[in-house]
Every structure is written in C-alpha cells, then in structure tokens.
C-alpha cells in the first residue's frame, strides 16, 4: 500500500545536483559548468602563482597537471554524451 509518486526536484543548482544523483544516466550541466569555472579560477592563480615565482617548476608542474586533468575531464564529458547520442539513435 505505498504511493510511489515521482521525485520532484527544485530548480537552480541544488535541485540539478540532487537529480544528477538520484538519476540513473542524468549528467547535471549546471554541476559541470561550475566545474569549468573553478578549473579556469584554478589556472588564473597558478598563472598568477607563476608570475610572482618567476616560474618555480613545482607550479609549472602543478599547473601542467591541472591542464591534463581539465582536459582529460573534458574528453570524458564528451565521450558520455557521445555515448548518449548512440543510445538514442538505436
């Protein structure tokens, strides 16, 4: 005797981050937007950080390793909804 009823989810950010995890296969846009500008903010400080070290190879490294995981990251996102397109195609 129980009425399921579906899950509804408030707008803005936390309700696209509450779907993202209650939805099997649903990849919240909102969350990977946000994701992008905290790396851009994490690549404008180590390039301020650069800067000020006049190149220490530590934040040189730290950076190239943030640039590989951003773009990493991105292919990943990418494949996903690839992946998607295919599924809806068949």
Request: aromatic letters at 14%.
């Amino acid at each position: 005797m129980s009425d399921e009823q579906p899950l509804e989810f408030e707008s803005g950010l936390a309700g696209d981050i509450a779907k993202s995890i209650m939805t099997p296969g649903y990849t919240a846009t909102g969350v990977i937007q946000i994701m992008y500008y905290t790396f851009y903010a994490l690549f404008a400080t180590l390039i301020f950080m650069m800067v000020m070290t006049r190149g220490n190879p530590h934040v040189i490294a730290l950076f190239l390793i943030a640039l590989c995981l951003f773009v990493t990251i991105r292919w990943f996102i990418a494949e996903l909804e690839y992946s998607k397109r295919q599924d809806k195609k068949e």
